[in-house]
């Protein structure tokens, strides 16, 4: 190349790198700050309520078995029929409600008869009589009242040293609907805690649930933003006193505000109507800042590593093009074979190779019959379908070693490197069997091909240019013959 073109092509190499790396830069620069810009929307409008309502989803999801394990308990018929019956041996529902907590794993599991109002409970029996005066006891006369089936209520637990709980309260009723008490089961609070613990590790937000009058009752175990704990008010955080001015009282919707060290927070907020909870979902802005900094230093480092990249694929690719205009010019578009420039190239070199060992050979001049009259018929779309076919037929019968090229037209040359006569023969035999057998296609179309094939050896004083002429002399034979065979060389003596 040139030392002016090659000086060009370096100048037009750099010029595109700088133009690229301009660009990528700019463009991570405007990201970045576009993203700043829009970080405080994207988390307050989009990111916390979506953590916020997966969150609930999956809170209601957890609630689901217990739900139908207390379904279960309200329609057994050995429990309605034992309520009915009177209640008479209470080893009997302690024993059932021992069962059913071994079984599906519940923290406790109880009854509470109306005709009675004794709350008998797994492990204690009748734990108390149920009193419409004791406050305690409030929660079984609302869900008497209810038309829902079921509701999900959080009390302290009388018979587990007063655990926070969370009850799964069913309503219990006779073969004719009427009601005969509550059943259910309860979920201890820890087991509550550990969910939230899993929620807050896979949606990295702080996640904690604050009761109506702004008291925090449940946490993580590591405790919620500014290290909130459960019976803690949120009035005594000094991050939230502030919010709590506008908000005294949680209400559901967004909220932004500074903690104590300055750092400013998006906070969602969401009422749970089965716990009559409010959950908070609370996020820090530096965490999401943190995190499209890091992008726009990774953008610029692969930045850098891409136009280095570029800049050696742009030289393999200068490299790639003047290779492949080398290809153009030696090989045939339509098949992808050797054309007669490439052919010259390879032959010239097997010719040399044979002669110096010596070793034998051959040369295949291949016609493909009545061509043209396969054009008429089907079409020149047809006819190149059909030379792509073929040629894929002769490099899978020859070997890699062989030179296969299309000689022009329909016509195919092949030479078989360190292959003898005989050998050969036998090979351009099983060539023109296999065509003939061969099922050509076009556009759902079968075409019967045959073929006539002239064969050349190379004698000791030949050139290429005489190998290549008696094998055509030898295909002229072949065709004139009848067509569909093969027709070995004469030497020249034999036909001037």
């Keep these: 190349m040139p030392r002016s073109a090659l000086f060009s092509q370096r100048s037009l190499i750099l010029t595109l790198l700088l133009l690229l790396g ?3 830069l700019a463009t991570s620069l405007l990201s970045y700050f576009a993203s700043r810009s829009s970080i405080r929307d994207s988390i307050v409008n989009t990111e916390l309520p979506l953590t916020s309502d997966t969150v609930y989803s999956e809170i209601q999801k957890d609630l689901v078995r217990p739900i139908l394990i207390s379904s279960m308990m309200a329609h057994d018929t050995f429990l309605r029929d034992w309520a009915m019956a009177g209640e008479t041996d209470r080893t009997q529902i302690s024993r059932y409600l021992n069962e059913i907590m071994a079984q599906y794993r519940a923290y406790t599991a109880y009854f509470v008869s109306n005709a009675t109002s004794n709350y008998y409970q797994a492990q204690k029996g009748v734990l ?11 929660w079984y006369y609302r869900v008497k009242e209810m038309t829902a089936p079921y509701e999900i209520n959080v009390d302290l637990d009388m018979a587990n040293q007063d655990k926070l709980t969370v009850f799964i309260n069913y309503r219990v009723l006779d073969y004719q609907q009427n009601f005969i008490g509550v059943t259910g089961i309860g979920l201890t609070v820890e087991a509550v805690v550990r969910l939230i613990d899993d929620y807050q590790q896979r949606y990295q937000r702080q996640v904690y649930f604050v009761d109506p009058q702004g008291n925090v009752v449940l946490t993580g175990s590591k405790g919620g933003a500014h290290g909130a704990r459960t019976g ?5 955080l000094h991050g939230l006193r502030e919010l709590l001015k506008q908000m005294p009282n949680p209400a ?5 505000y500074l903690s104590a060290d300055g750092d400013s927070h998006f906070l969602n907020v969401r009422l749970v109507p089965e716990l009559n909870w409010y959950l908070f979902v609370d996020k820090r802005e530096d965490g999401a800042l943190d995190n499209i900094r890091e992008s726009l230093y990774l953008n610029l480092a692969i930045c850098t590593i891409i ?9 393999a690719m200068v490299k790639r093009h003047q290779d492949n ?9 339509l098949t992808g074979l050797p054309n007669r420039r490439g052919f010259d190239l390879l032959a010239a070199q097997a010719l040399h190779e044979a002669q110096r060992e010596p070793k034998p050979l051959v040369a295949l001049l291949i016609d493909l019959d009545h061509f043209k009259q396969l054009n008429d018929t089907y079409g020149h779309l047809a006819g190149d379908e059909v030379l792509r076919q073929f040629a894929r037929v002769l490099e899978n019968c020859l070997r890699q070693a062989d030179i296969i090229c299309r000689w022009g037209g329909e016509e195919f040359i092949v030479l078989l490197k360190d292959t003898d006569g005989g050998h050969a023969l036998e090979v351009a035999e099983k060539l023109r069997l296999l065509t003939e057998q061969q099922d050509f296609n076009f556009n759902g179309t079968v075409i019967k091909l045959t073929t006539s094939i002239g064969l050349s050896t190379l004698q000791p004083e030949d050139t290429l240019h005489s190998l290549i002429a008696r094998a055509d002399h030898a295909l002229y034979r072949a065709k004139q013959s009848g067509r569909n065979r093969v027709c070995v060389e004469m030497l020249r003596s034999e036909y001037e």
Excluded: H
Aim: proline share 5%.
């Design 252 to 256: 559901s919707g967004s909220y932004e």
């Design 307 to 315: 136009g280095l990249v570029v800049l050696s694929l742009l030289n």
């Design 325 to 333: 205009i080398e290809t153009l010019a030696t090989r045939d578009s």
């Design 232 to 236: 803690q008010s949120l009035r005594d």
């Design 128 to 138: 108390k009589k149920i009193d419409p005066l004791e406050p305690r006891d409030t």
């Design 22 to 24: 301009s660009g990528f």
